[in-house]
């Protein structure tokens, strides 16, 4: 692999009103190009590399300034990309940045590419493809988790995962290997019928480790789209005021008619700094109104897939055979949840202010279900309310660790389709030649996902992805 | 004035999905809080100024690493705010520099304020006043006319242009002080009459220059806005066609009844860089219908307050004596545009398919009035009508020169008011005290302009206009 000769450049920051803005200039012709647009071509061809100074870029006569600047020179390799670099402190702002482009353009610079900068440190081998990713994840995080995986991963700790378990897959490869070179020898030792046995322990326990790795990626992917939390129970028990009391503002219709709230309407906010999509349900009620069914058959589906839900039931009706029966659904920690034991379920008995309701609570008692007593109008216990939306939404996120080989779409693909051999492996596992044909694929696997076998395509297809100026 | 010493950090690129991002920490404490936050804390120390150098965020245990950093470290008073600061290169997107915020806060650094770093270089005497606020134009200006005015005040031309400014008021207020002084002496010396009509054109050439950097500033301002053009002429002409051609979309209805476009729709767009404000008025017809008339009216407005008006007119109807006069006021230079030269009037004979129509041109021809002709049904011409489109804009932009004084509404209306104090001081120009006064005002509103009075409730109302980070 050799390095591409063209120079490209890009602005590194978002567009947008800022103090600054940054420029990245990399590639052969870097401090030439530099040079040219600057007042001070001297001063920088003479100044060391890794040293920041003020220039000024001026237009292509020479006569006016365009922006006052500074800028560091970095040679090849000792750069991001390993080529010749510069990178460019300008003002911020929608003209100056582009005007900055445009003289470097029209001093022969191009625009990069998609990842290119990333692409370029690749090739030159600065980094590999899982730290390209890796960066790529830092920048695209939206959350604490995904942040902490991706940076597991630009640290070189799922590299180091992914080749042990290279290792370990050769390691039983082999074994089964040298069975089938010498299988005409039908007595098969003690050691060798014992190291069979271990070796398909081995293969379980990583189908485990894997899926394990793939649920917490799901989880960091629903992390990044925001914690659900479902506002269920029956009509006019306060789920939107509560709603609106979240959102901080008027957001449905609030009144005294029961199933004013004929749909689940949602809003994405985040709350202490993690994202969260909160649904208001419909109250559950049997009825004829198709509308209502409708919104029913909604908030069934959002209650299934929420990971909190709040139950909101007013202290001032008794507890309904419906109800009961409601609550245990909700808070039945379903099979989806139950790999994660992500499903919370609070009750909140509200109106609290007309009456306290002894038989809800000895309900929840009963039941060791979690449940506070507020009153939304009365804002009573509004900020035990808050604590436990808090402490529920910060539990989710705090209970699942990161995943640790997973930070992409990518990495998840080939990862299913990794766990998928091994389990056809083990399904075969008597099969000597099935097995190992299920465990060479298994390293074929492995190689696209450490970048071994990738072609321009798949690189293409990765650093695509990638924002301009990575 | 002394440095403030607590130590403040902010994002000072904008927030956002980037490859970088850059935090600015300045303060006493800067250099001791970021060696608090990284793993290399004896690296940093030793450090020389102005040298990049990798650095790893850690959490607060120093366990585990929220970002892989580049730093620059400089040392007070030679940095941007004169004091000790730290600049540091993140991975951008939306949680690590929010991350790294979080620790340096932790770690002892405040919140900068909106234009606070800009605001301690003021205090420090690393810039002026006039410095800081070009430097918001810079960031914030959207035209290349509003770039070029910023880059001249970034320069010091401006600072320049007001001093010379205010050394001529100074010396024709010592002029007439000493002769308020001597005026017992009733004998006017003949050189001291010429002294007086000489004193007195300066000041009326002052205030024609000021006049003449209002209007620029004034240009400016209204090109931030747009380029307004206006789409006039009789009903069924091609107008809203034309309008959509433009647009390229179906913004307006287009058929056949005279009169469709009832009132004035407006549209901005973007046409090769320039931003364009594109009115589609009603036909101008004399009606009973009172929504026509309000449509009129609104037409008369949008085509007296146009930078440029396009008269949309159809070869196939013959020239009435209202489209003979439209044209004329249309094409006439009023006394707003009289003043910048700048209003164009461009005649599109369209519908040249059905039939080509020599009396209009005829009449262009004789009033010397520009004008093309098209088909917008058949396409023809429509080239030509974009290369109208963009010369006519372009001219407009690059006709006028940047003003030299004014970047913002804090000097225009210091401006205004020592315009209006001058034209006071010349209208009284016979009496010695009361011209007196009225420079002696100006040379308040000079120095309020150079900062030089400026208290903390003026710095902290322009400031406030500022982003953070800056």
């Known amino acids: 692999m050799s390095a591409s000769t063209s ?14 803005a940054v420029i990245r200039l990399s590639g052969d012709n870097a401090h030439e ?10 001063k920088f061809i003479k100044e060391s590399a890794r040293q920041i100074g003020i220039y000024t870029i001026v237009d292509d006569n020479g006569t006016e300034i365009i922006d006052e600047i500074t800028a560091i020179k970095y040679n090849a390799p000792r750069s991001f990309t390993g080529e010749n670099m510069v990178e460019i402190f300008c003002h911020g702002g929608a003209i100056i940045p582009r005007k900055i482009l445009d003289r470097l353009f029209m001093s022969g610079a191009e625009a990069a ?20 990713e890796s960066i790529a994840g830092l920048i695209d995080c939206q959350t604490e988790k995904h942040l902490e995986s991706a940076q597991l991963a630009y640290q070189g700790k ?32 003690e050691s060798e019928s014992k190291l069979i046995i271990e070796n398909k322990r081995e293969l379980e326990l990583i189908i485990s480790e894997l899926e394990e790795d793939l649920r917490r990626s799901d989880m960091v992917k629903s992390l990044d789209e925001g914690i659900i939390i479902a506002l269920a129970g029956p009509p006019n028990a306060g789920k939107s005021s509560l709603f609106n009391e979240i959102l901080g503002y ?65 202290a001032d009706t008794p507890l309904t055979d419906d109800e009961r029966n409601g609550i245990i659904d909700a808070a039945a920690v379903d099979d989806k949840s139950s790999d994660t034991g992500r499903k919370k379920t609070l009750i909140i008995i509200n109106k609290i202010d007309i009456v306290k309701s002894e038989e809800k609570k000895q309900f929840c008692a009963d039941r060791s279900l979690e449940y506070i007593e507020i009153s939304l109008r009365e804002k009573i216990n509004a900020d035990a309310l808050f604590a436990a939306i808090k402490s529920s939404t910060a539990q989710i996120s705090e209970d699942m ?21 091994l389990r056809d492996c083990v399904f075969h596992y008597g099969r000597e030649e099935l097995s190992a044909h299920y465990l060479k694929k298994t390293l074929d696997l492995l190689a696209e996902f450490l970048g071994h076998t990738a072609g321009d395509e798949v690189l293409n297809e990765i650093f695509e992805k990638f924002c301009i100026g990575k």
Chains 1, 2 share one sequence.
């Not at 190009?33 to 001297?42: L, Q, R, S």
């Not at 689940?264 to 069914?293: M, N, P, Y």
């Open 401 to 421: 660790p990161p995943p640790e080989i997973i930070i992409n779409d990518r990495h998840r693909r080939i990862i299913a389709a990794v766990a998928s051999n």
């Open 7 to 20: 120079t490209i450049a890009a602005l590194s920051t978002p567009p947008g009103r800022g103090a600054l």
């Open 158 to 189: 799922q590299l180091k995962s992914l080749e042990k378990l290279k290792r370990k897959i050769i390691n039983i490869l082999s074994d089964i290997e040298s069975r089938i070179e010498f299988a005409e020898d039908d007595d098969v030792a």
């Open 250 to 314: 008027d957001r449905s219709i609030v009144h005294d008619v029961p199933g004013t709230t004929r749909d689940a309407v949602s809003e994405k906010i985040v709350f202490e700094g993690i994202t969260v999509k909160l649904f208001d349900c419909a109250g559950i009620r049997i009825t004829a109104d198709a509308v209502e069914q409708r919104g029913i058959e909604r908030t069934l589906s959002a209650i299934k897939d929420a990971h909190i839900v709040f139950w909101v039931t007013s």
């Open 33 to 42: 190009i530099f040079a040219a647009v600057v007042g001070e071509k001297e």
């Open 113 to 132: 590419g998609r990842g290119e900068f990333s692409r370029r440190a690749l090739l030159n081998g600065k980094m590999d493809l899982l730290k390209a």
